[in-house]
């Protein structure tokens, strides 16, 4: 974990809320002169704490429309297999995301697909992969929440009572 102030926690937040803020607007709103603004962001980049900027696309709109979860486990947890499997799901650009898990399996990965064929075709893909013994798929049918990033205000800010 790095050691962060709370300048460097509020640049943070504001470049969690909007990336393509100017230097000199973050500036202004964290309260410091934009010199040493930028010399902070570079240093969080350089850290790792800050690791990029994207847009957010949406899937369906992109022509994407179907996300599933494949819960998947392997027949061994050899640390080879492991990274084997991992790299083999790396080369997949329908995988979003890839999350070795405890309990239940050994990979949680979140997936989207053109339609139901082509989630078949990948679910199959899946079932018939190097050292593969079992695939269980969660198909999404809406979803009601998707954030980015960490929370970093104050932790009794925003919670129900």
């Not at 027949?75 to 492991?82: A, F, N, R």
């Not at 809406?142 to 919670?159: A, D, I």
Request: proline share 4%.
């Amino acid at each position: 974990m790095v050691d962060l102030d709370a300048v460097d926690l509020r640049i943070v937040a504001e470049l969690q809320d909007d990336g393509r803020i100017t230097n000199v607007e973050l500036a202004r709103r964290v309260g410091i002169s934009a010199p040493p603004c930028l010399r902070r962001v570079r240093r969080l980049e350089d850290d790792g704490v800050v690791r990029g900027y994207h847009a957010d696309p949406d899937a369906a709109a992109l022509g994407w429309p179907i996300t599933f979860f494949a819960l998947i486990g392997l027949e061994s947890q050899k640390e080879t297999v492991l990274s084997a499997f991992e790299d083999y799901l790396a080369q997949w650009p329908e995988v979003r995301e890839c999350h070795m898990i405890r309990g239940g399996g050994d990979f949680l990965v979140r997936l989207i697909a053109r339609d139901a064929a082509h989630e078949n075709l990948l679910t199959r893909q899946l079932t018939e992969a190097a050292h593969v013994i079992r695939v269980q798929t969660l198909q999404t049918i809406r979803t009601s929440l998707e954030r980015w990033g960490v929370p970093l205000k104050n932790e009794n800010e925003g919670q129900p009572e």
